[in-house]
DNA sequence: TGTACATCAGTGAACGCGCGTTCACTGATGTAC
DNA sequence: TGTACATCAGTGAACGCGCGTTCACTGATGTAC
């Protein structure tokens, strides 16, 4: 991934530095929250001093930014590898794209639940986020849509799903019919929301498994 | 609501102040962020000084309690009158009572984003709730089962519909069939699941109207 | 292989800031006789 | 109605803290001849 072969040590020990400050900055967020994300209590952490972190990033914002464009990299790669296997496998039957993205994201979230809802959560008000990040989260969008267009539709065309095809810049023009760009949004609120849910910890002490919920509404989602 | 009868004119100054301060707060909430709610920043902002606002909260985790308990508060009574006028209007068909409650929470949760995103948005690690605040927000799941009891069964009963049954101290041991169980933890999540990524700002720019998103979830939802 | 120079990682001191919270106090409001 | 006392809202000074960020610096690592 990193280029390592024309890299010179130094580039490669700057590379490791970025890593490792990374690193710290996942596990305090995991315990304290992303807004008090602090640079100084990082160095602390690593034995260094605060003002060696600016070597590395020119400034907090910088490394936040950083934190969520790879979390939105490391989602697109995991689903984008999730469905190349699929496909791969035997003859792709309708839906079996969108139940194996399912439980690749959910996966993927309570691997690291703070990082799913650094992406997905409550934003920072006035945060906005740069471009090519925007850009990541629609080849998300795009994996969906694939997988989406092997199920056959379960409805007749709606309203919505001529509002939806009149307006598909947000799909990036992908060509599919109307009721699948329905489809596809349909699948992520969905998921999101049984997801969402359980990371926040509102299923906890309700005692029933979540695991069970998530494929009852995967089920649903895919058979209605 | 607040017995201003039996009150002396010094409660009845401190009730008032008490709400100014939570008036300011959530006017700070919307534009900052939950995260970064300031008391010295709010008592600057009514042209008092800081150490004055600690003759009304003991300190800062006693005010965003407070402030969660109103939020819950605040919703509960809204889907109550919901549900109570739904009930006195034409006899209650099954279904319009949940799709009531929908509309009821989405209104809510536009009328002040970080109200709903308070309550269900991303939780603040480490921070625990009190008891009399679950007990709130186990009312919310009372009404929605009783809801949910009105409308006819769509589906066979399902292994999870047993599980919940099994379990059903969440659901405050409401005496629903199992197959009315899930359909209220369904209703929950997929309301949620649109309603959140909309609030949190993820259909911004996307170009269509969430509106009808979540018109067409909350259908399907009712009709499948 | 050795020397001279440039690059760059990391330090420690310092900046201003705003935070939550405490404390001793003033002055106004209410209460008791 | 008037006086004496108690209650309580709000102030200003002060505390220690951790934050982001800058700056001039040391010392190690790499580069050029």
Redesign the pocket.
Known sequence: MADTGTA???ER??AQ?RAEIKEHAWQQIATTGASA?????I??QM???????????????ELITELIRDAYRSLADTLRSTAAEAAEGSGEEGGAGLAGLAHAVRDWALRDPQRYLLIYGTPVPGYHAPDDITAISSQIMTLLLDAASAAPPRHPESPLDHHLAARRAWAGDHPAPPAVLHRALSFWTRIHGVLSLELAGHFAGMGFDPALLFAAELDDLLTC
């Open positions: 010179t040590p130094r020990y700057r530095i994300l602090s640079l100084n209590a160095a602390k034995g260094m001093s605060g003002p060696a972190l600016y070597r590395y990033y020119a400034n907090r914002d």
